[in-house]
């Protein structure tokens, strides 16, 4: 019989499910939950990885984003058991944001091989759990003062979220880059990547926070869904009459409209007025009306 390695095994997988390895689909726009909006429940030991689908599934809610830092070791058995906890609650894997795996935009080649190799594992846990895409990030030990020093840090990052793309292609998926901080909260600069790495499963996680004061979050969401593969409702208090308080959502969700988008639309809390639990239940009777 002849031997089939982890790759050849995650390509056949893929291509098995067409409808979870595209990021969009002909359908309404679906709900997903971040699972950073539960982080202080894990991190406080009150629920785990394991337990998230069952949460996202009372709540209604189909889609999860899971998050690499929430996760226990992630052992063959342990991801067979994230797969059945997603059976049994009718949820479904749309993405995996990856943190703490390195500079993708260091200054080092060898750092650089060496964090695209860190996240090359996550593609695959994410491809075995039936996702579209890993969200990375665009983080430089340069913090970039001049245009030429953005430039060095875009062609860093460029290199490497080409390899990591293409390794991504082989099992269906997608590499995603969030605005989170960094150079990565100038559109400008993410424009710019997208079009120098230039590949159809390389694009962008839109979110509507984690934009600095001067920047104009509308404008700067407006620029990045053009290569939207998700997009992060980022929410932070809401008020008596269900809308949230410090972003136009209705505005957000206009220009995501406009943008033909039509995938999933992620829920992540982080405000402190409500709990986790009911900040995520707001979240969600909001999406409701454009979900329909």
Known sequence: MPVVNRRDLLRAL???LPSIALAQSDKALRI???????????????????DFPRYASELGIEGLEFVNALWAAPTQGYIGRLRTAM??????????????????????L???KKTVDNHRKW??????LGGHSIRTNMHSDINPKTAEEKESVLGYCADSFASLADYARMVGLNVLIENH???????????ALMKKVGKSNFGTLPDFGNFPKEVDRYEAVKKMMPYAKGVSFKCYDFGADGKETTIDMDRMMKIVAEAGYKGFVGIEYEGKTLSELDGAKAGKKFLDKYAA
């Open 14 to 16: 893929s291509m098995t």
């Open 181 to 191: 901080w960094g150079l990565s909260s100038d559109p400008d600069a993410i424009v």
């Open 32 to 50: 997903s939950l971040a699972e950073w909006s539960v982080h202080r429940a894990i991190q406080g030991q009150k629920m785990t990885n394991l």
């Open 110 to 112: 060898a750092v650089r």
């Open 123 to 128: 593609i695959d846990y994410c491809a075995e």
């Open 87 to 108: 059976k049994q609650t009718g949820t479904r894997c749309v993405l995996i944001m990856c943190d703490d795996e390195g500079m993708m935009g260091h200054s080092s």
